[in-house]
């Protein structure tokens, strides 16, 4: 997703390169002179948007999280029921379904403990754990 700030940055940068004055019907026919300045902004601003949708698609900070449920998917042909976590994964699966715009179906379990559902499986948040934790997945019994 392209931030506000930077589409109207970009429509600033464009918008400086028509020319003014005695030189808007050249502007206006593309052949208006262009400062190398006014060209390299252009170019490092639509690199910045390029890097922002790159970095908006990415699933990085939860790669630890779906490393194991790929490994248990493998194992057992379904996802994992649950998967204890610390604080700091729990807050990266929270920011990427708000970024992706997916619903937050948060809930708690039998003992209290706070839960959220990624994709087919329960994260439990465990605050007793290092903040990086993600446990060994397992099955309701």
């Known amino acids: 997703m392209i931030d506000r700030r930077e ?3 970009l ?5 400086t390169l028509a020319g003014r004055g005695e030189n808007a019907d050249a502007a206006a026919l593309g052949t208006a002179d262009v400062s190398d300045r006014s060209v390299q902004d252009v170019v490092s601003a639509l690199k910045s948007i390029t890097s922002a949708v790159y970095a908006a698609q990415s699933f990085d900070a939860i790669r630890p999280i779906r490393t194991k449920q790929i490994d248990w998917l493998k194992a057992t042909n379904k ?3 649950f998967i204890d976590v610390g604080v700091d994964m729990w807050m990266n699966v929270h920011d990427t379904l ?8 948060l809930g ?13 499986t329960q ?4 605050p007793d754990v290092t903040p990086e934790y993600v446990s060994v997945p397992y099955d309701a019994k």
């Open 123 to 126: 994260l439990v948040l465990r």
């Open 98 to 105: 708000i970024r992706l715009q997916q619903p937050l179906v």
């Open 79 to 81: 996802f994992p029921d």
């Open 7 to 9: 589409l109207l940055t």
């Open 108 to 120: 708690r379990d039998a003992i209290g403990r706070y839960t959220m559902t990624l994709e087919f």
């Open 11 to 15: 429509g600033g940068l464009f918008g």
